[in-house]
Each structure stands twice: as C-alpha cells, then as structure tokens.
C-alpha cells in the first residue's frame, strides 16, 4: 500500500510578520476545514511570534535579496515540498517589484498555481512598487497561467500599537503626529486582513480578482485622538505636521529618506480624500463584520499607559 499522499502546503512569505503571523494562526485554527502543510517564512526562519510545536508548520529560512534561500521552501528536511499557494509580503525596499516577479516565476517552475499579494489600497494594478507585481500576476491570470488574488488593505489599527512613532508619541507625549489634516480612513484590523487572506489562499474556487480591504467606520486621526482619550483616561492630542516635518520624523525613527518620503506623500493623498471610503468586501469573504478601531484600542490599551 502506497504513503498517502500529504496535503497541500500553504507558504506564507513575512509569516512572522503582522498579517503573516495571523495568517498562520487563522491557517493552523481552519485545519479540519483546510488540511495543509504551512511553511512560515521569515529571514531567520525562527517563526518568532507563531506555534512552535504545531506538526502541521514548519518554520522556513527565507530573504528576498538571497536567491538561494527561494529553494528552502520547496525541499524541507522531510523532502520535496507541494506548494499548492503563496501569500506574497515585499520587503520593506521601494524597489522590490523585479525580485517578486523574479520569485513568482521561481515558484511557477516548481508547480505553484495560486499566489495572493499584499499590496495597499493607496496602489492602483500597473502602479508603482506593489502595484507592478499587482499587474503581472493580472496578465498572467488573464492568460489563465496563474490563480491569483490581490488584497489592497488600507492603513492598520495596529500601526498605533506597534509603529514606534505613534506608540511612542501616544505612549511618551500622548500625542499623535501626521500630516493628514481633517482626512479620515476606514481603518481596518489585521486579523480581518488575514481572514480575508485565508479565504484567497484556500477556497475551492480561484478568486482571480483584488479585493479593497476597509474598516468599518471612516475616523479622521483628530477622531482618533479622541477614542484613545476616552479609552486611556487622558487626553491624547492630534497635532497636524506640515508633510516636511512628518517626513523628518520618519527619518528620525530610522526609516530611509525614500520611504518616508513616499509615507509623508501618502499623508497628503489621505488630506484630499484618497482614503475616504469603505465597503462591505470583508463582510462577504469571511461572513463577519470587521472590526471597529475603538474594539481594537480597548483590547491592547495597556501598550500605551504611561508609568507611574
């Protein structure tokens, strides 16, 4: 009698990462409906923040920038590796896009049908960075070489608990910095990106289609101030940056000149109204309502208390 045949894997690239990591988690609890193999992907391949004795992950050594790396996915210490889907996280370079094509190619070699990319909502398909991988793997679904989904997430609610220059500034000096003026965003929740991600990752059928992932409510960050005041029992402030001193701030907690550049420009976008929508699309992918920012503020208000 032959070996049965094991289930599909799952390689989740960024696995440690603030969507990636709640992909596994959501991956690991589905797995009577989903049974599958989850490759964890990070620079280390430690699978810091996620299980570390579940039998059905396996923590892989993975780096953009080290082509010989790209291989660990597919040839574990168990043997070859049947990689049904990949969900794709850039680095943090604004010129990744050649090397995530490259890899797309890479994986298509080696028997990969389905890949899902993380992008943002502020990048259009054909855009910049994100937004050229957006496209190649729309022309390849078009062809019909690929199955393929693009989620465009707008900002996180957890940027404020784990981004230093909003959890030191709401922590430190409870006040919070941009350069959005009176412009508001349908914040949304991590753990509804992931929800979102594991229906695109595993469903019988090919979603072949992007999917704009919003919150709930429309919240300006004076908005913001406002429910961390109440929620902290203190008075958080928004103070509103001209876009060359929030990019100076950026580069001050260590982000690139490029990038901040590029997140200060963003800012700008959100004061016009770039973010000024929502919709129900994570509603209809995982059948609940996502999150509302205050819900989230309330469960991790403890990262902003200030000692005694």
């Known amino acids: 009698m032959s070996a049965p045949t094991p289930p599909p894997a799952v390689l989740v690239l960024g696995g440690t990462g603030t969507v990636g990591s709640r992909i596994v988690s959501q991956l690991l609890s589905s797995q009577s409906a989903h049974p599958t193999t989850i490759l964890v992907a990070s620079r280390n391949g430690n699978g810091d923040n996620n299980p570390k004795s579940d039998p059905n992950l396996q923590n892989i050594s993975f780096d953009w920038h080290d082509t010989d790396t790209w291989t660990n996915p597919f040839s574990t210490a168990a043997g070859p590796v049947k990689i049904s889907a990949v969900y794709l996280i850039a680095p943090p370079s604004l010129n990744a896009s050649s090397l995530m094509t490259e890899f797309i190619d890479f ?10 990319l993380q992008s943002a909502s502020s990048i259009e398909a054909g855009g910049p960075a ?7 793997l729309r022309e390849l ?20 608990a784990t981004q230093p220059l909003h ?18 965003i349908p914040w949304v929740s991590a753990d509804d990106i992931a929800a979102v991600a594991v229906r695109a990752l595993t469903d019988a059928e090919p979603p072949n289609t992007e999917y704009l992932v919003l919150g709930p409510e429309l919240l300006s960050y004076d908005e913001i101030a406002a429910i961390l005041s109440k929620i902290l029992g203190r008075r958080i402030v928004h103070v509103d940056l001209a876009p060359a001193e929030l990019e100076k701030r950026y580069q001050d907690f260590g982000m690139p000149e490029d990038y901040a550049r ?4 963003m800012d700008t976008s959100i004061k016009f109204g770039a973010e000024n929508r929502t919709n129900d699309a994570i509603l209809v992918m995982t059948g609940a309502a996502p999150r509302k920012f205050g819900d989230f503020a309330k469960s991790v208000k403890e990262v902003w208390e200030q000692q005694a």
Do not use: C, D
């Not at 994100?130 to 190649?136: D, Y």
């Not at 679904?141 to 404020?160: C, D, K």
């Open 262 to 265: 590029m997140m200060s420009a």
């Open 130 to 136: 994100m937004g050229k991988v957006h496209g190649f």
């Open 167 to 184: 959890l030191r500034g709401i922590k430190e000096e409870s006040k919070i910095y941009s350069a959005t003026g009176e412009g508001r």
């Open 107 to 116: 994986a298509r070699e080696r028997g990969v049908r389905r890949f899902v």
């Open 141 to 160: 679904g078009q062809r019909g070489e690929v199955e393929w989904a693009v989620l465009r997430p707008t900002w996180f609610q957890q940027n404020f």
